[in-house]
């Protein structure tokens, strides 16, 4: 299935002029790297961020989030936020300036 090209072109908009970004088609849709780790990305019409264990458990809590699943085993540290929980640029921003202030901590590869 196709990505969300429009939900990929917010994404670059907010991280424009960011240093260290990269795109990698990924898991049928498109992620983007900092430093060589993955960040954020889109599956489909969902948002996929890694914001950590820790952060990933508060936010599977919260409205319109679930597990990052596409291959029938979850990945740890990560969630998925589908389409209605990013209708906002605001929350767009909230959800990839989560991941960058966790993968920021990584080495980079």
């Given amino acids: 299935m196709a990505f969300s090209n429009s939900l990929a072109e917010r994404i670059r908009s907010h991280l ?3 240093q260290g970004v990269t795109e ?3 898991f049928g849709g498109i992620v983007f790297l900092l430093n060589g780790n993955m960040l954020v990305g889109v599956w489909e019409e969902s948002l ?6 820790e952060q990933a458990e508060h936010a599977l809590k919260q409205p319109y989030v679930r597990p990052f699943d596409v291959t029938g085993r979850p990945m740890k540290g990560w969630a998925m936020v589908d389409a209605d929980g990013t209708d906002s640029d605001v929350a767009l921003r909230s959800w990839i300036d989560l991941a960058w202030d966790f993968v920021r901590t990584l080495p980079g590869k």
Avoid at 48 to 53: E, N
Wanted: glycine share 16%.
């Fill in 16 to 18: 424009a002029g960011r």
């Fill in 24 to 26: 990698k088609k990924m």
């Fill in 48 to 53: 996929i961020v890694r914001i950590g264990i």
